[in-house]
């Protein structure tokens, strides 16, 4: 029997795509991973160590690898490793100084990243505001309209510098009045990100309370992305919004593997909160990936309860990442500094921002192109000179890409040789801008 | 989630849930532990699939479907089938959109239909008047009821083959059935493979991709974790054109983003050497199938002498079980629960063996004429077929 087919039946005619998808298609990391696996000499783009995770760590997978018991190759508890649950469960407890039930405050998901999407699906609805604080991680946009909600967002503000000295993330601020003036009868959430990326700001105790206020007043969640909870400098503390009065309750705070143990292909994160909020959560990973893989989740909790014991003491891996980090920062800023190129000192995450205003003579400027300055200067930085970084604007929002245009973002968790690396471009370009 | 629980008592011989205790292939344990010691290997890796893993992807599906595939474009990876499924639902099915689901099915595409704001329009496999071998060939799809179902909100038809839970492996007169219909009403076909390589003799695997006029309206979904015994891992794929792949990417960026590294690279490693002994019936894709087959005619075997009635699977490794034969009269239970959720609780408790309940593979409609049988897995170590045996052996020597 043959079948009489026309070219046209052949394809899918009618459209297939569905709304939701509306608005998320652009992917910076997509576009700037690929030019940096390309061109890149020097990749301080994508934020991911290039240095390996602790020896620790690798053991730990090594280890449950090599045991008689290859049940680890098989699916765990969907909601989290038992191991891996129990000993979160046990370290954020005493964090949060709240007593943590495994089973029902704690949900591991694939990366931090999965973890987010889980609260805007099971939280966010048409209808729905969602209040984002700019400059922003970029997904929380895609991820709010995909769940049919509006993003709204309220900037960090730089206060104006002291007489040439250099800023620090801490001089960018939300203005209090403009903060509670988004806060309304839709608002739904308000996603918190300390450390930030990519300024680096550690938000302070009067900058939580100002928020949490408003939460509480409005009844809103917030949804609380700590992944460079440990990457904090200079003395500063890290301050858990969820420990604050009233908050327990309205928020999710969520961790990385990734970030904490400088492992970012291992995709391990979770989510802590009330069991009233980690149901949905709960719902929503159960019919989106259900199960994590098991290996990982394994070691990870063999690297907690490692930190459970050293905690506050010198070998503690996470006494000793930000202390190296530190001095990679200040590196970075000292090269950034010696060449024109003005950072933004930032009190935490390993991400800095830099004002590249001095070097804009070498992308001249399209009035009406559509891309934003900083997004073609550094697509020009990371051909012509080999060094990647990401366009601050990519963490802005639609008119406000255009504002914060001369800004571009460098991850320095690096290893010093290639620092060094970027110090030497950035030395050898000054060097060209200079001589006749 | 409810069954799964029943995993964690070790005094249960448990036959329930779908996951191996055999041992993945050592090779496949070594990779990981090789890659796991690369740096680099420890860091992100391009988000929709790590370059050398869609690359051996790529090589292994073209082998199989004579067709070019490319790497970039026209593959996907994902967590699990699962996330597989997920991206698919999400990218291309909305409120408005209707999904044709054949029952029984994996449960989860009714909740990701739903939640995709879709509507499940159910379809039932029948079981033939003729049938006494009882086979999983026995049960099939009614040619004009399957048209019947068919109109222009008809967005996809999920198709699973080998089918699980009966194990049912379409064929290629059933998949043209199928076809001609999805390129009449010119719908979507997600056709869910992940036991593609479990087919027992007699039998051919068949993607329906590779039917003409389906490539460009299919997307095919394959599983490492039933590919190679690492359910664990948690890496799943699909395949398809790249303008209907372009959209489960758009998916997963924004979603999950990357999938882990270090289990990518294994997999790739895994599947070259695979791939480069497929025409040889060393290859694990052949093997473990041949070693499935003869776990299944024990297990079959062990259960006709218990007196039920199994249905033998022609691929996977599900066997669906009548177990109506025993006439265990449970209507003092009174749950408003069907026959066989209270079946698998009473054979947990009184005779220490788990399976699960074909009722939670049906629509609500059909549950009445599935709920005579019950899912065993049979994917397990001598030892637990043994443990297994003892139970059915003994099984009509006790009361209930």
């Known amino acids: 029997q043959t079948h009489f087919l026309s070219s046209l039946q052949t394809k899918m005619s009618r459209p297939v795509q569905t709304r939701r998808l509306e608005g998320t298609d652009k992917n910076i990391w997509v576009e700037f991973v690929k030019l940096a696996a390309t061109y890149s000499k020097v990749n301080l783009g994508q934020g991911f160590p290039d240095f390996p995770p602790p020896d620790f760590l690798k053991e730990a997978f090594v280890k449950a690898l090599s045991e008689e018991n290859h049940m680890l190759h098989q699916y765990t508890r969907a909601f989290g490793h038992p191991p891996l649950v129990k000993i979160l469960a046990q370290f954020f407890g005493k964090l949060l100084g709240q007593e943590l039930d495994p089973m029902t405050n704690v949900m591991v998901t694939v990366g931090a990243y999965q973890a987010l999407f889980c609260c805007f699906q099971a939280f966010i609805e048409e209808g729905d505001e969602v209040i984002i604080i700019e400059p922003f991680f970029d997904c929380y946009e895609p991820m709010t309209k995909m769940a049919g909600g509006t993003p709204v967002f309220v900037p960090l503000r730089p206060k104006a510098s002291k007489d040439g000295k250099l800023m620090s993330s801490e001089d960018w601020q939300l203005d209090p009045a403009e903060l509670a003036s988004k806060f309304n009868e839709r608002t739904k959430a308000i996603v918190l990100n300390s450390p930030n990326n990519p300024l680096g700001k550690v938000f302070s105790q009067g900058e939580l309370e100002l928020i949490a206020d408003l939460c509480v007043k409005h009844d809103v969640l917030c949804i609380s992305d700590e992944v460079y909870e440990w990457l904090v400098y200079d003395g500063k503390k890290h301050i858990r919004i969820a420990s604050l009065p009233g908050m327990w309750d309205r928020t999710v705070t969520i961790g990385s593997a990734g970030k904490t143990f400088s492992a970012t292909g291992w995709k391990v994160g979770w989510t802590v909160g009330p069991n009233r909020l980690l149901q949905h959560i709960r719902t929503m990973h159960q019919n989106s990936v259900y199960h994590c893989a098991t290996v990982a989740q394994e070691a990870v909790a063999q690297g907690f309860q490692r930190e459970l014991e050293l905690y506050g003491k010198a070998d503690s891996y996470f006494v000793q990442l930000p202390k190296e980090l530190q001095q990679k920062r200040d590196l970075l800023v000292q090269s950034l500094d010696a060449v024109g190129m003005k950072p933004i000192i930032p009190e935490g995450t390993y991400f800095l921002v830099a004002d590249i205003s001095k070097f804009k003579s070498d992308v001249p400027d399209v009035p009406d192109s559509d891309e934003p300055y900083d997004s073609r200067f550094a697509k020009w930085m990371v051909k012509n000179k080999g060094l990647a970084a990401i366009p601050l604007s990519a963490f802005y929002s639609g008119d406000n890409k255009k504002k914060y245009n001369h800004f571009i973002r460098f991850c320095f968790a690096k290893e010093e040789a290639t620092l060094k690396a970027a110090n030497d471009i950035l030395q050898k370009w000054k060097q060209e801008k200079t001589s006749p | ?400």
Not at chain 2, 270 to 284: E, G, N, Q
Not at chain 2, 316 to 340: A, C, H, R, W
Request: glycine letters at 6%; a neutral charge.
């Open chain 2, 1 to 400: 989630v409810e069954f799964t629980k029943v995993a964690a008592d070790p005094s249960i011989v448990n036959l329930g849930q779908g996951l191996p205790d055999i041992s993945p292939p050592s090779y496949v344990k070594e990779e990981l532990a090789k890659a796991a010691a690369v740096d680099r290997l420890n860091q992100y890796t391009r988000g929709f699939g790590h370059p050398s893993l869609v690359k051996a992807l790529s090589q292994v599906y073209e082998k199989v479907c004579g067709r070019k595939i490319d790497p970039l474009t026209d593959i996907l990876v994902t967590v699990g089938a699962y996330g597989s499924l997920f991206s698919t639902i999400q990218a291309l099915i909305e409120e408005g959109d209707e999904v044709i689901i054949i029952e029984p099915f994996y449960d989860c595409y009714e909740p990701m239909v739903r939640m995709a704001g879709g509507k499940p329009v159910f379809i039932p496999l029948r079981y033939k008047k003729d049938g006494n071998s009882a086979s999983s060939a026995d049960w099939v799809l009614d040619p004009a009821e399957l048209a019947n179902k068919f109109n222009s909100k008809t967005k996809a038809i999920i198709l699973n083959t080998p089918n699980n839970p009966i194990g049912k492996v379409f064929t290629r007169e059933e998949l043209q059935v199928i076809a001609d219909l999805c390129i009449k009403h010119d719908t979507l076909c997600i056709s869910d493979e992940v036991y593609e390589w479990m087919v027992y003799k007699g039998n051919k695997h068949i993607k329906i991709a590779t039917l003409p006029g389906m490539w460009e309206r299919t997307i095919t979904i394959g599983s490492a974790g039933k590919t190679y015994s690492v359910t664990g891992w948690k890496l799943g794929w699909s395949i398809g054109p790249q303008n209907l792949i372009k959209h489960l990417q758009v998916v997963h960026q924004n979603t999950l983003y990357t999938c882990p590294t270090p289990l990518q690279e294994a997999l790739a490693q895994a599947f070259w050497i695979d791939f480069k002994r497929m025409d040889d019936p060393d290859c694990y894709f052949y093997s473990l199938s041949q070693e499935l087959e003869s776990k299944r005619d024990r297990m079959a075997q062990l259960l006709q002498e218990a007196g039920l009635k199994p249905v033998i699977p022609d691929g996977g490794y599900f066997m669906i079980v009548d177990v109506s034969t025993l006439n265990v009269d449970l209507s003092d239970v009174d749950e408003k629960q069907p026959y066989d959720y209270k079946f698998v609780k009473w054979m947990i408790k009184s005779k220490k063996l788990s399976a699960i309940p074909l009722s939670a593979f049906c629509g609500p409609e059909t549950k009445r004429q599935f709920e005579k049988y019950i899912r065993f897995c049979f994917i397990k170590k001598d030892s637990t077929l043994d443990a297994a045996e003892v139970i059915l052996k003994n099984w009509n020597k006790q009361t209930a």
